[in-house]
């Protein structure tokens, strides 16, 4: 059996994968076994699976940079809404833990998919999980490439673009090069990082909490109001514009899945990974936001988390008042943070095309393997290469269109996780009369948030339909909108490309696995 055929098709009705196992389809037996890769096997234990989940996810960051756009929209009831976006984040959680038991591959969505669908749903699930880890890749080079340079002399390299460009790209080659040269050393520099941005954001947040305690007259008590659902859904089109903010910022915790073949245990270790990496992240999240929003409150002034000026960035705003001299700690915090992402982001996207390209989908020198590092070697380059390519060509192009390119990343978050909630949903279908245990963690959960994301989607795209939305507007719409639909459109066209082209037809001609003798 050639690891480039093993399991090109999937049965569509849940039939036998692998002569190791019933595919999960309807029994929920054991998943078939996982072709080897040459992958570095067993290399990550729980422990790491979890710091790759929250890592992926840049915590500090997108606190900083997404919580005043909550509280501007929901004030003192953003602790609930960073909840209640949590929720179908939690349920396709579920979905990824369920589906990798059952089929522990690297290539996460664009396998699963594959196996509940078919060979387009796949291949457009793996798109969608390669475009988003390309797309806020560019974010995340901007915001490297700006952090660094407000940590040297006065600040003002931070606002040249040439500058802060150059530096994002060295940023992304140095994170490819580690994610190149092996597992273990991207495990070791992932470490350092989040010590770094923990350690920082701990002694932000014991600061902020001796100032409350020593009677910050500028702060506000806490209010257990701040939790009513009744007083938040007085305006239901608020929240549910909170909700789509709060949403994105849980992102990244399936870093933890996309390595499952060179962790510990790889059908149980990563689903528990990405459970507990959600959970620490909801904690997170809120208990900081309730700190901040106690000592800086929620007004319009000065620190408030309300104040426009402040929305960018509400740290950054804060750091002198609350450290003083150390403020430099939070900007080290949120430069870490992205850094962190920056080399995590990478892992998934690089993996998912190594996947495709063992597969069939994609050609087989996606699928290699390299001999020494034990790394996807090519796949790798090539992610590193496009997020470089698009980053500059977008920087240039247009720093507002960089900007609403980058929004539109919810739509293809939205559009993936989706797509893997449906597919445990349908591939499970035949186990969920077996127990409460599958009815709910493969069935009602999975479908709820998938419902939920579809939802989401939707409801992202008439917003960013509007011309007024983000900093530009195309042929009278929005500029991320155009942005989001042109680079999933770019998918199906490279889909359509790839069913014609010899090397990868014969994946979308496969109708079932081909039996494994292993």
């Not at 390309?134 to 003002?156: E, H, K, M």
């Not at 698009?390 to 390119?405: G, H, I, K, R, T």
């Not at 989401?456 to 900093?471: L, R």
């Amino acid at each position: 059996m050639t690891a480039g055929t093993s399991m090109a098709g999937g049965p569509p009705e849940g039939t036998s994968g692998s002569s190791g196992g019933n595919s999960g389809g309807n029994s929920g037996g054991p998943g078939p076994v996982v072709p080897s890769k040459g992958l570095r096997a067993g290399i990550l234990d729980l422990g790491d699976s979890v710091m790759l989940g929250l890592a992926s996810t840049a915590p500090v960051y997108s606190l900083a940079a997404t919580l005043g756009l909550i509280v501007a929209v929901n004030g003192n009831y953003t602790p609930l809404i960073l909840l209640l976006g949590f929720v179908p984040v939690l349920f396709i959680a579920y979905a990824f833990r369920e589906l990798n038991s059952a089929m522990p591959d690297c290539g996460t969505t664009f396998i699963w998919a594959r196996r509940a669908f078919g060979p387009w749903a796949g291949w457009l699930g793996g798109w969608g999980v390669a475009l988003a880890g390309i797309v806020v890749l560019a974010n995340l080079a901007q915001v490297a490439g700006q952090y660094l340079w407000l940590l040297i002399g006065d600040g003002s390299l931070a606002e040249n673009d040439l500058v802060v460009t150059s530096t994002g790209v060295v940023f992304i080659i140095f994170m490819t090069l580690v994610n190149y040269r092996g597992i273990r050393l991207g495990e070791h520099v992932q470490r350092v990082l989040t010590y770094v941005q923990y350690v920082s954001l701990g002694i932000f947040a014991l600061a902020i909490i001796f100032r409350i305690t020593g009677g910050a007259p500028e702060g506000q008590a806490f209010d257990i109001e701040w939790f009513n659902p009744a007083g938040a859904f007085a305006d239901p089109g608020a929240v549910v514009h909170g909700v789509l903010l709060a949403l994105f910022i849980y992102w990244g915790w399936d870093t933890c899945l996309a390595v499952n073949e060179e962790t510990e245990n790889p059908a149980k270790t990563p689903g528990r990974g990405a459970v507990i990496s959600a959970f620490v992240l909801v904690a997170i999240y809120v208990s900081v936001a309730l700190l901040v929003m106690m000592y800086a409150t929620v007004g319009t002034d000065g620190i408030g988390l309300g104040n426009a000026e402040n929305q960018d960035d509400v740290f950054l705003a804060m750091k002198d008042v609350v450290l003083g001299p150390w403020g430099w700690l939070i900007v080290v915090a949120v430069l870490a943070s992205v850094l962190s992402s920056t080399q995590t982001t990478i892992l998934p996207t690089a993996r998912g095309t190594l996947s495709m390209g063992v597969h069939g989908a994609l050609p087989a020198k996606f699928g290699e393997v390299h001999e020494r590092n034990q790394t996807p070697g090519f796949s790798t380059q090539v992610m590193g290469a496009a997020a470089v390519v698009y980053y500059v060509a977008m920087s240039f192009l247009s720093q507002n269109l960089l900007s609403d390119s980058i929004s539109s990343i919810s739509l293809f978050i939205a559009f993936y996780y989706a797509l893997t909630g449906f597919a445990c949903f349908w591939f499970f279908r035949g186990t969920l009369r077996e127990s409460a245990r599958n009815l709910w963690f493969r069935g009602i959960l999975p479908l709820l948030g998938a419902l939920m994301l579809t939802a989401a989607f939707f409801i992202s795209a008439v917003q960013m339909w509007d011309p007024t939305y983000g900093d530009t507007e195309i042929l009278g719409v929005g500029g991320a909108f155009v942005s989001g639909v042109v680079l999933l459109a770019l998918g199906v066209v490279l889909a359509v490309v790839c069913r014609f082209a010899p090397a990868t037809r014969g994946y979308f001609l496969a109708q079932r696995p081909v039996p494994s003798n292993r």
